[in-house]
């Protein structure tokens, strides 16, 4: 995800406000341990769109400094065909407990020849403050620390995915906004989900599915930019279906092609 700079008063509102339009919204538990989620990947080169690897989501218990939490951990990596032009392996993992608090944050990232490594730690002093701990690497640089102490909630990438899962959607209207404050290891900076509505999508397990349209928009020198359209299973597992990307260099897709261990009768696939 490409660096931004955020206008200052952007960051206050993200640092010092809870996000009340998502307090409002009924949530519903959405997944258990042991939920396991494939897709492929794919890439629009020339307009021609080419598998290039493939990703799984699982969802497990853990224990974390002594408490009961869930670990979600996403990897995903290109095939031996893409990697002659691009080799890509990617693991994203959050720890969060009952509550959708984070608790740990890690993205290790390998792109080409490059290796970046993100951490996030998040410790509740209190039930308003949040301390957030960030970590950057890349190469052998030195690694870049920071703290902060906001008011929470804040998530990251991952712990927000699995905190929007909850979200019931059915009573919003079309447009509706979150926003949020995402630690990425490096910064603290806003982002916002919206709900853009419904739609039917075919995924890559065979079947076509009833699906909520909600979008993810980043910010930059006062500027949002639409980087991700998530369509999530109109049901009580709000499964990712598909996921149409923006990248720096075109565009992408990620389709699901096999679910396993999911909580709820799946009941949003089209008649």
């Not at 952007?10 to 996000?19: G, S």
């Not at 407990?97 to 608790?103: A, G, I, V, W």
């Not at 998530?230 to 009580?236: I, P, Q, Y």
């Amino acid at each position: 995800m490409k660096n931004k700079l955020l206008l200052l008063c952007a960051m206050l509102f993200m640092l010092f406000a809870v996000p009340s339009a998502a307090q409002n919204v009924k949530r519903a538990q959405a997944f258990k341990s042991g939920e396991k989620l494939e897709c492929n990947f794919y890439f629009n080169w020339n307009f021609i769109w080419v598998k290039v690897g493939g990703a799984t989501l699982t969802i497990n218990d853990t224990v974390y400094n002594g408490q009961k939490a869930k670990c979600m951990k996403l990897l995903s990596s290109t095939n031996k065909r893409a990697d002659s032009f691009f080799r890509m392996r990617d693991t994203l993992m959050t720890v969060f407990n009952d509550d959708y608090k984070p608790l740990y944050y890690r993205k290790a990232s390998v792109e080409g020849k490059k290796y970046r490594l993100y951490q996030v730690w998040y410790d509740y002093p209190d039930s308003e403050n949040v301390h957030v701990s960030q970590s950057y690497n890349y190469n052998d640089e030195p690694v870049r620390l920071r703290q902060d102490t906001v008011q929470g909630p804040i998530y990251d990438m991952m712990s927000l995915l699995a905190y929007a899962r909850t979200l019931d959607f059915s009573s919003l209207r079309k447009g509706t906004r979150f926003t949020f404050p995402v630690a990425t290891g490096k910064r603290i900076e806003p982002q916002h989900l919206v709900f853009r509505g419904t739609k039917k999508t075919k995924s890559d397990d065979g079947n076509e599915y009833n699906c909520l349209l909600v979008s993810l928009i980043t910010e930059e020198d006062g500027e949002e930019e639409e980087i991700v359209n998530f369509h999530v299973s109109n049901d009580r597992n709000h499964l990712p279906i598909l996921l149409d990307l923006v990248l720096n260099f075109g565009s992408a897709k990620a389709r699901l092609s096999h679910m396993s261990g999911v909580l709820h009768p799946v009941l949003s696939v089209a008649d």
